[in-house]
C-alpha cells in the first residue's frame, strides 16, 4: 500500500481540543482543518508532521 504523506489524516470523527485548538482525533490544527483544500504538498506534509507532533503531546497529558 503506498502512503502519500501529504494525504488528509481526517478519521470524519472530529473533537476539537480547545487547549491545543486542534482536532483531537486526527490532530490537525482549525487552522490547518481550515485552510486543508488551499495548502499545497509541502504545506500538507508539513501540517501532518504537526499533527502527530499535538496527538503525541495530547496523549502524553491525557494519559492516552
Not at 508539513?46 to 496527538?55: D, G, H, P, S, V
Request: glycine share 4%; net charge positive; hydrophobic share 35%.
Amino acid at each position: 500500500m503506498n502512503v502519500n504523506l501529504g494525504d488528509s489524516p481526517c478519521k470524519k470523527q472530529c473533537r476539537v481540543d480547545w487547549d491545543y485548538e486542534a482536532c483531537s482525533t486526527c490532530g490537525r490544527t482549525l487552522s490547518d482543518l481550515t485552510n486543508w483544500s488551499k495548502m499545497n504538498l509541502l504545506e500538507r506534509i508539513l501540517a501532518n508532521a504537526k499533527a502527530i507532533r499535538i496527538l503525541r503531546r495530547m496523549e502524553k497529558i491525557n494519559g492516552r
